[in-house]
Structure formats: C-alpha cells, structure tokens
C-alpha cells in the first residue's frame, strides 16, 4: 500500500493510526484485556551526585557555558535507567543544540538588562518581543525534544504546527486578564494538548482527548481549600498578635529581653516560612498530581493505553521533603530528592498492554526506522531554557 504525504504532519485517517493486516477488521483475533506493564527507574544517588557535583562545578568554572553538557549528561542518564519490558530509554541530543537555545535567551537577557540601563520604558519593547518570540521558541523545544527521545532505536516525534502553538501560548494567553483567570484551568489543558496529542512514536499517533471539567474540578477544588487556609492563616496571625499584645503589656521590660524577643521573632519568621514553602509545595506538586493521573488516564498510543497510580499523600509527602532537604543541606541533597521522586513516579506509571505483554502488537506501532537511521538532528532545533 502506498502512503500519500500531505502538507499536514498528521493525517487523522484510521489507515496511519493502526498496522496494515493481510486481512480483514472482521477476521481479526479480538484482543486481550489492557494489562499494565510497569516502567521501573534504576538509578542511583551516589552516580548521579557524582555526575551533578561535576555539572556544577564546571557550570561555575565557565559561567554557565557549560550548562547543555551538564543537561545532556542528566538526561543520558535519567533516560538510561528508566526502562519499560526490559528496554531503556535514550536521549540523543548533542549539547551544541541545547547551546543555540541557551545563547537565544541569553542575547534576550543582556538585551533586556541593557534597555534597563539606557531607559527604563525601553524594557518593554523587549518584553514585547520575547513574549511575540516565546511560542516559535516553544515549538522547535518540543520538536527537539522528541526527536532526540527514542525507544528500543524508535524516534518520537513532534507534529504539532507553528500556528497551533502561537494560539495556544499566545492567543489564549491573552484573555487571562479579560476572565479575571477563569480560563487559567482551559488554558492548561489546551498546552497539554498541544504537546501529548502531536506526539508521534513509530508509525502511530499518540491520542489524547481531556475534558476541561476535568481541569476545573481540580482547580477549583485547590482555589477554595487555598481561599480557607488562608482565612485560617489571617485568624491566626491575628489570634497571636493579640496574645503577644496582651503578654507584653502585663510583662515587665525585665522579663523579657531585647535578645530574647529577637531570637523569639526569627524562630517565629523561620517557622513561619517553612510553613509557607510546605504550603506551597502540597498546593503545586498536589495538584500536578491530580492533574497528571488524569492525564495519563486520557492519553494512548494505538492499541496501548497509560496509567499512574501515584497516591496524593505520599508523593505530596515525598515532595515536601525533598524540597526541605534540599534547602537545608545547601542544596547538596538534590541529587538525593531527584532520583527518590523519579523512582516514585516510574513505581507507579504504566504502560496498558493487551494481555500485558508489549510482544507482536507494540512491534506493529514501532514499524519505522530506527532512530540511529534517522538524519542528525535539525540544526535549527533547540532546546530553550536556562
């Protein structure tokens, strides 16, 4: 059979969703029941502080410039211990791609910090055209991205359009201010849309259709949890500023001293801001959680299906101490927090599989050529970011 090439990356017709069959849909054996098959993640803390503490230290070295080796050697080795039915992943990026988004940035920054300098009203212009700029930027990341992502020497690949991704960062961005943020929650949607239903792995598409009830459900569930914590904060800052009023007025000025309201003042701002970054933690990663399960509940590649079964308390929980740690030892356990939240999630996500084997039905959606066939990567691909 001979495939027609269209201007369009995407063809939505049945023939490019599924393998060709010598027979007919009604002679086809009926497929087994979706069965999950686990992705696992093999990393170490000892490799991967090693690895990190080199990234670091040559970072600083070159002031920076060393920053698209350091994230190459990440993700090679984050990709290389993650493993799907015996297999890893591979991340194929060379670090002079990575450097062309870093410089494109760069030359944005020091352009901006020099209108600053020269006047004031001329940071705007700046800001104006990164945010025109910032979708096309979004664009070849995400092309970048999955090209340079493979599976057993299977590419993906990213098909969403220019036009597509001006819409979705820009033009919906943009009524933000006119819903007073009530679009925020289709906004998300719509990005995640964007990058999950253009993806491509092999010869098959990779679907994914959300309800943005879903989004709402979960924004506006946090919103009014968040909107009762902090009158319950506000009645409490106001409760204890009441008690320590009424305390130092019935209290001698010997009682307490100078440096004992000092040191009481910093512990109370200590324990004041750890609770803020504890609340903020379990208010982001919780609803990342939520929103991320669904997701994947939504989202499929051919015959195969994904799911995450990632509890909210204990990831919320590992969250939430990994963020301390790392703060409190200086950074230093961030390699640590890292592999212990990629384990968590590789634990609990899984591939949907019939009769929970990979075998004959996921070769049929990897027929391509390989990834190491393929051309080298674009040179007018990068990744963008700092």
Known sequence: MESNESESPRDPSPQDAVPSRSFSDETAPPLPPLQPVGFSFTGDTGE????????????????????????????????????????????????????????????????????????????????????????????????????????????????????????????WAALIPFTLGFILPYWEMKKKEYFFDNLQFGKTFLNFKPKAAEYYKYYLLFFAVGMGLYFVLIFIVIGAAAIFGATANTTTPDALPEEGLAILMIVGAVIGYVIL??????????????????????????????????????????AVTNVLASIFSLGLLIPWAKVRITKYKMENLFLLAPGGKLGEHFEAEMEEEGAFGEAATDFMDFEVGL
């Open 48 to 171: 991967y502080f090693r690895i990190w503490i080199v990234n670091v230290l040559l970072s600083i070295i070159t002031l920076g410039f060393y920053w698209p080796w350091a994230i190459v050697r990440t993700r090679r080795y984050f990709y290389s211990n993650t493993h799907l039915g015996g297999h890893s992943f591979d991340y194929l990026a060379k670090p002079k791609n990575l450097l062309i988004g870093y410089l494109v940035v760069l030359v944005f920054f020091a352009i901006y910090l020099l209108a600053g300098v020269f006047n004031p009203l001329f940071v705007y212009p700046v800001i104006l055209v990164y945010g025109i700029a910032a979708p096309w930027m979004i664009y070849k990341a995400f092309r970048f991205r999955a090209k340079n992502t493979a599976y057993r020497n299977v590419r993906f690949k990213f098909c969403g359009n220019l036009n597509d991704s001006y819409v979705t960062f820009l033009a």
């Open 277 to 318: 970054i504890i609340v903020g933690v379990i208010f982001q990663k919780g609803l990342w959680l939520l929103i991320f399960n669904y997701n994947m509940s939504v989202w499929t590649l051919g015959k195969f299906g994904f799911e995450s079964k990632m509890k909210f308390a204990k990831y919320v929980g590992i």
